[in-house]
């Protein structure tokens, strides 16, 4: 008797299963994707790069509510530097979101996000997407008036590097002088000294600015250093 229950019910949860199956595929995608990410200073390939990966549709207005985000996968690359995924991606989804290196897991390289779009993906078949990522190098930055005039003399500075990503930022600060940094780092005195220990795009070059004011006359300069990934590089700014 049980196994006559048993086959009655079999063709109703094979309905259950190809019905669920049917919503299922009415609410997602199933789009493949597959890369190498590779050093883009070397061109070689990295291993264990953590890649997450967000489905995203905006909200129709900035009052709006019915905007979506949602993690569909995280994959690290192999010795190869290849990975591959398969997506399942809720339906009005509009764009793929690829977050690499997230929060510098692999401290030698910066992290950096790619948008895709999902119109330009084939869901039908496999997709491909390549990425790079630059190194990080240390530089430090030497500043010091070396030629003060008065109480009144002003000087901020900055740098930046074009790469594939963020690199670290200010790691260290140093202060050699009696004048301390305003919050904005800016500093006003005659006795500025310092060293700010930055992490850069390595193997090119970072350009440095900095502005002096010194009795009101105003001096804007620009300098360059190619920062190398093997050693701790030093630039010197005196004004």
């Known amino acids: 008797m049980k196994t006559l229950k048993l086959i009655l019910y079999m063709p109703l949860l094979l309905v ?121 190098g240390i530089l430090k930055i030497h500043f010091k008036n070396s030629t003060p005039v008065s109480a009144t003399d002003f000087f901020y500075f900055g740098g930046y590097a074009n790469g594939n990503g963020w690199p670290s930022g200010i790691i260290q600060k140093e202060n050699c002088g009696t004048v301390p940094a305003s919050q904005a780092l800016t500093w006003t005195g005659k006795d500025v000294c310092g060293i700010f220990t930055v992490g850069t795009i390595a193997e090119q070059f970072t350009h440095v600015w900095w502005h002096v004011n010194k009795n009101g006359v105003i001096h804007d300069y620009q300098d360059s250093i190619f920062v190398s990934r093997v050693i701790v590089n030093d630039f010197q700014l005196n004004y």
């Not at 967000?54 to 190869?80: F, L, M």
């Open 16 to 136: 259950f299963i190809q019905t669920s199956c049917k919503n299922d595929l009415a609410n997602f995608q199933i789009i493949t994707i597959e890369g190498v990410v590779k050093d883009d200073a070397l061109k070689q390939e990295l291993n264990g790069i953590v890649i997450t990966i967000d489905a995203i549709k905006s909200p129709s207005s900035w009052e709006g509510w019915d905007g979506k985000r949602e993690t569909v996968e995280s994959v690290t690359t192999d010795a190869n530097g290849y990975y591959k995924v398969k997506l399942k991606v809720f339906k009005d989804a509009e764009r793929l979101e690829f977050y690499l290196n997230p929060a510098k897991l692999n401290k030698d390289y910066v992290d950096s996000q790619r948008d895709v779009q999902l119109s330009t993906l084939n869901v039908n078949g496999n997709n491909k997407q390549d990425f790079t990522l630059s190194p990080i």
